[in-house]
Nanobody
Framework: QVQLVESGGALVQAGGSLKLSCVAS????????MGWYRQAPGQRREMVAT???????SYADSVQGRFTISRDNTKSTAYLQMSSLKPEDAGVYYC???????????WGKGTLVTVSS
């Protein structure tokens, strides 16, 4: 069983920066695709960024150029560096670990990001 614990959410002013962390327990971290998703009130959860076990990265168009996803397999930790934050970036940010099997799909409880204008 894998547990994911996010941290780093906070209240920040528009234009500011924030770094989220996701620490994973259990084994096979390096074999999993790690992702960050967010959900604003009343909206569906959406993908923000993912990084595969081989380091292939994808970003949502809305965060491209402003957010950076990374991982440290030695620490079983994934990160999301967020810069030039906008009010529309606010929401609960969830960490996801997927693979290497299709049944392996884990979620953290989320960390709240609030962006004031």
């Amino acid at each position: 069983q894998v547990q994911l614990v996010e941290s780093g959410g906070a209240l920040v002013q528009a234009g500011g920066s924030l770094k989220l962390s996701c620490v994973a327990s259990g084994s096979a971290f390096s074999a999993r695709t790690m992702g960050w998703y967010r959900q604003a009130p009343g909206q569906r959860r959406e993908m923000v960024a993912t990084i595969s076990s081989r380091g292939r990265i994808s970003y949502a168009d809305s965060v491209q150029g402003r957010f950076t996803i990374s991982r440290d397999n030695t620490k079983s930790t994934a990160y999301l560096q967020m810069s030039s934050l906008k009010p529309e970036d606010a929401g609960v940010y969830y960490c996801n670990a997927y693979g290497p099997t299709v049944e392996a799909d884990y979620w953290g409880k989320g960390t709240l990001v609030t962006v004031s204008s």
